[in-house]
């Protein structure tokens, strides 16, 4: 069993590896437990956002996308305390937490529909984070309300801007980027690369995530440079 030590005690749980593109969402089950995740959200002042492929789905299909596998949100970090002791209520509604990597996510499954919970830190000026992906930080602090799923939900209020920045200015055309019958060679990296963050040692983990961050920083450029692009031509 792993534990996290929050301000209401310890919380154990099994860790569960979710490994890449597995299976198709279910529309149904994601809209209950999307739901009810902001029920107990909200009575627990924790604030979140709709995050990548499911704000996508939000402001394009109004809906989940087919060929999504799971629910995106993310939450700032100075809210991760709140959201660890929103983790006992979550038991208590059928939410169990089967994963909580180092530098930033945490995934809670209900009747077989998991839900990525990103935690963004800062990780330079104007920046936020995770896994040390930098992320502009307007777009995850400057917020507006999207009608979805019959609720309301906060997202980036220059949604477009954001939607630019992930996926380019084809973003309105659908993708299907998942692979839902992945060859077995790289389900297996999948499993493998999913214990290794969850297992190693915190000094061998932060050197290679030190060593990735040039990539991710590369990454990074990459994207402001095409959403600048998009906004010159505006």
Not at 88 to 108: A, C, D, P, T, W
Not at 194 to 204: C, D, G, H, K, Q
């Amino acid at each position: 069993m792993k534990k996290i030590n929050t301000p209401k005690g310890i919380y154990k749980y099994k860790f569960v590896p979710l490994c890449a593109e597995k299976k198709r969402i279910n529309k149904e089950i994601a809209k209950e437990n999307l739901l009810l995740f902001k029920k107990i959200a909200e009575k627990n002042n924790l604030q979140f956002s709709l995050a990548f492929g499911t704000m996508l789905g939000a402001i394009r299909e109004h809906d989940f996308i087919d060929h999504d596998d799971d629910i995106d949100l993310w939450i700032l970090s100075e809210q991760q305390d709140t959201f660890f002791n929103m983790l006992f209520e979550l038991r208590e509604y059928g939410f169990e937490l089967v994963r909580f990597h180092r530098k930033g996510l945490g995934s809670i499954i209900r009747k077989g529909e998991n839900i990525d919970i990103y935690v963004l830190y800062p990780i330079a000026e104007g920046l936020r984070g995770y896994y040390g992906n930098p992320i502009p930080e307007k777009y995850v602090t400057k917020l507006s309300l999207y009608e979805f799923q019959g609720e309301l939900f906060h997202g980036a209020t220059n949604s477009e801007e954001l939607m630019v920045f992930f996926y380019g200015e084809n973003w309105r055309t659908p993708i299907a980027y998942a692979n839902f019958d992945l060859p077995f060679y790289k389900w297996l990296v999948s499993l493998i690369k999913e214990y290794a963050i969850s297992y190693t040692p915190n000094w061998l983990f932060n050197s290679i995530t030190n060593k990735r961050k040039k990539r991710k920083m590369d990454l990074y450029l990459k994207r402001l440079n095409r959403l600048n692009n998009f906004l010159q031509k505006k």
